[in-house]
């Protein structure tokens, strides 16, 4: 399917698919209250900067961590509300992950995107409920899944009525605590009529590759970002925190925020060449 068939995804005062790469950016994890409204207004000034059109993101809670010992989050409704007020404030939308159908019920009253997780993606009803608030759905296909596999989920979807859903790539399991991101998915998940964003972040991760945690190569994000563009994905989803190395989840694989704003402009000039 060429890129001009393609539906626009309206997210807030943005749209997936226009003239500009939609950014989803934030850090990995609410890590307190503090926190989240300290870095959310920098990396808005980072983006306004460069002309970025971005949704703020950050999970509430991380419900799949490797260790039982591991930093979690908050409260779903807590977390939600917090980031709603963060959107309202700064004018951006939003988004975070969701796990069940009761945290997509109390997610679909705050949040603009909701975000189903790579392990979670054919849970047919966690899809339902995400649909069924009406809000913008982002999938992001499973580490295990072939990118034409991804037709069944988009099916899914539109059965429940909701036609405003994204899919995004992550990257595909290559051996053991390995993830290998290949280019040629963003077309062929096109091809089924969908958006797709690439998540940069994620797609270095090593996933528990240090035992009680996720390692990662988060200096090669922005190499990856930069393929991905290039290869035609209409967004990047990537996670930045002010001290990676002090991030309570998921550091290795974060881009340093003082980088951001140089990374978003190269980002931006790539896909302006492509679309041109």
């Avoid at 808005?44 to 900067?49: F, G, Q, R, V």
């Avoid at 859903?165 to 062929?188: C, H, K, Q």
């Avoid at 089924?192 to 797609?203: I, L």
Wanted: net charge negative.
């Amino acid at each position: 399917m060429s890129e001009s068939k393609l539906s626009e995804i309206p997210v807030g005062p943005h749209k997936l698919g226009g003239d500009l790469p939609l950014f989803i950016l934030g850090p990995c994890v609410i890590e307190s209250e503090s926190f989240i409204r300290e870095v959310a207004p920098q990396i808005k000034e980072i983006a306004d900067e460069v002309g970025a059109p971005f949704v703020f993101k950050a999970s509430y809670d991380k419900a799949n961590r490797s260790s039982a010992h591991s930093f979690r989050g908050m409260d779903c409704e807590e977390g939600c509300q917090l980031m709603a007020e963060i959107g309202k404030e700064l004018g951006v939308p939003v988004t975070t992950d969701i796990h069940t159908e009761e945290q997509a019920e109390i997610a679909g009253k705050y949040i603009d995107i909701l975000q189903i997780p790579a392990f979670l993606c054919r849970q047919t009803d966690l899809l339902k409920a995400a649909a069924d608030t009406g809000r913008v759905v982002n999938v992001k296909k499973g580490q295990f899944l072939a990118p034409w596999d991804v037709s069944n989920i988009a099916e899914k979807l539109r059965s429940f009525g909701n036609p405003n859903f994204f899919l995004t790539e992550r990257g595909s399991s290559f051996g053991y605590n390995t993830l290998v991101a290949d280019m040629r998915s963003i077309p062929w998940m096109q091809e089924t009529g969908c958006r797709v964003v690439f998540d940069a972040t994620h797609s270095v991760q090593r996933p528990g590759g240090n035992g009680t945690s996720s390692g990662g190569d988060g200096y090669l994000a922005p190499v990856l970002a930069r393929s991905a563009v290039a290869a035609g994905c209409d967004g990047v989803f990537m996670e930045t925190h002010p001290n990676p190395e002090k991030a309570l989840s998921d550091g290795p694989n974060q881009v340093p925020l003082d980088q951001l704003g140089g990374v978003l402009k190269k980002l931006i000039s790539i896909y302006q060449l492509v679309r041109s």
